[in-house]
């Protein structure tokens, strides 16, 4: 054989080697860069796991929010019913009282009746004060209840709509 044909063997096996070489480390780095990025993608669905669900917990507290809210609301309407109720009563009484105290100027007394009467106003307007103060406090309640509602940060939102589109949300 000729110098030149074994110095183009010598250089083909020398590329062929290196060629082997240079694959191997490839392999390796590549591979160490897969398991890495792997790793990393675990963790971003784990996060994202973790996420959906307070999301998923915040959206639950919510619903009983709005279901108490309604609740609420039902009770007061059938509160106002009530006192609006109790003032007709009220002022049925009192037109009755001032019509019998009218009569009774010309008439004879009639202490009983009179009492009875009274005993009856003074009992309605008692209970319609404690109805009002009843709708008061329910009120508030509804205030602080409105006034306690939990808003989700738009930057989560953004995260959760980003992240819907994947495979990344779970819910328990």
């Given at each position: 054989m000729s110098d030149i044909a074994e110095t183009y063997i010598v250089v083909s096996l020398l590329m062929a080697v290196?060629?082997?070489v240079a694959a191997m480390g490839t392999a390796l780095v590549l591979g160490v860069g897969f398991e890495r990025l792997r790793g990393g993608f675990e963790v971003i669905r784990k996060q994202t796991a973790f996420f959906s669900d307070a999301i998923r917990q915040l959206d639950e507290r919510a619903a009983t929010l709005d279901d108490r809210a309604d609740k609420l609301d039902h009770k007061v309407l059938v509160l106002d019913h009530k006192v609006a109720g109790l003032e007709e009563?009220?002022?049925?009484?009192?037109?009755?009282l001032r019509e019998n105290a009218a009569n009774h100027i010309h008439?004879?007394?009639d202490d009983a009746a009179l009492s009875r009467s009274a005993a009856m106003l003074t009992e309605v307007t008692g209970l319609a004060q404690r109805m009002q103060a009843r709708q008061a406090r329910i009120k508030e309640r509804i205030q602080s209840a409105n006034s306690n509602a939990f808003v989700v940060p738009t930057s989560m939102m953004q995260h959760v709509l980003v992240s819907a589109g994947g495979d990344?949300?779970?819910f328990h």
């Open positions: 290196f060629a082997a009563q009220q002022n049925e009484l009192v037109r009755e008439a004879p007394r990344g949300i779970r």
